[in-house]
């Protein structure tokens, strides 16, 4: 089944302390992106990559990183996540071009909570 | 201001009506427009995307683009409680075309 995987699908965690959500795609997507949701604010794009060791900042990039090693993984890195962090969080991967150009799959999202 | 603006809603319908979403996109330069649907508590799925002025039907849905009005509308034909749920419209990047940006989407209610 060609599927976008997250986790972990939960974390409450404490201000200061490292974490990574993973993301994954089986589907040979060169097209991989992060995006934070937060009520009244939509859907924000933190980190793009167009393929392995191609990455770029989204519109909220400030206070993560991204690492692309592998076409199929693109980890999420809070190094020291704070409480405005507190958000869903969702990866998405799409081809590039195409018929339906940047159609993007969505994995489940990832509710963090930073206390 | 935002670059992609939608009213949040709730847009209440009932049940066989026609549902209008709107759009509207402050980079004129844009071209490429996706809507989104999102359940609640789910992960957003593609309903339609289009990237030329006009028309585009897929089954009861209808996406319209208009760049001189900078707007984009989604019709959902035939309205059925299924459809209820939050509608999200996307544009790609007009100058970095690997940059998204999403609106905050609005919330349809359609009545049984």
């Known amino acids: 089944e060609a599927q976008v995987t997250q986790n972990p699908r939960y974390l409450i965690t404490v201000t200061g302390k490292k974490l990574t959500v993973t993301c994954s795609q089986n589907?040979?997507?060169?097209?991989m992106s992060w995006y934070r949701q937060d009520p009244g604010l939509g859907l924000r794009q933190i980190y793009y990559?167009?393929?392995?060791?191609?990455?770029d900042k989204g519109d909220v990039p400030e206070g993560y990183k991204v690492s692309r090693k592998e076409k199929r993984n693109f980890p999420l890195i809070l190094e020291s996540p704070s409480p405005n962090q507190t958000s869903l969080y969702f990866c998405?991967?799409?081809?590039?071009?195409?018929?339906?150009?940047?159609?993007?799959?969505f994995g489940p999202g990832t509710r963090l909570t930073v206390t | 201001q935002k670059e992609v603006e939608q009213n949040s809603g709730p847009l209440s319908v009932p049940e066989g009506a026609i549902a209008s979403l709107n759009c509207t996109y402050s980079?004129?330069?844009?071209?490429?427009f996706f809507w989104y649907r999102q359940y609640s508590g789910k992960s957003p799925e593609l309903i339609m995307f289009?990237?030329?002025?006009g028309d585009k039907e897929d089954g009861r849905f209808t996406a319209q683009l208009n760049k001189a009005s900078q707007y984009v509308s989604l019709l959902i034909r035939d309205s059925q409680p299924s459809d209820s749920a939050t509608y999200l419209c996307?544009?790609?990047?007009?100058?970095?075309?690997?940059?998204?940006?999403f609106g905050s989407g609005t919330k349809l209610n359609v009545k049984p």
């Open positions: 998405a991967s799409s081809l590039i071009g195409g018929g339906a150009g940047y159609e993007q799959y």
């Open positions: 589907m040979n997507h060169e097209y």
């Open positions: 990559s167009m393929n392995v060791e191609v990455t």
């Open positions: 980079d004129r330069g844009s071209q490429s």
């Open positions: 289009i990237y030329s002025n």
């Open positions: 996307a544009v790609r990047g007009a100058y970095n075309f690997n940059k998204f940006y």
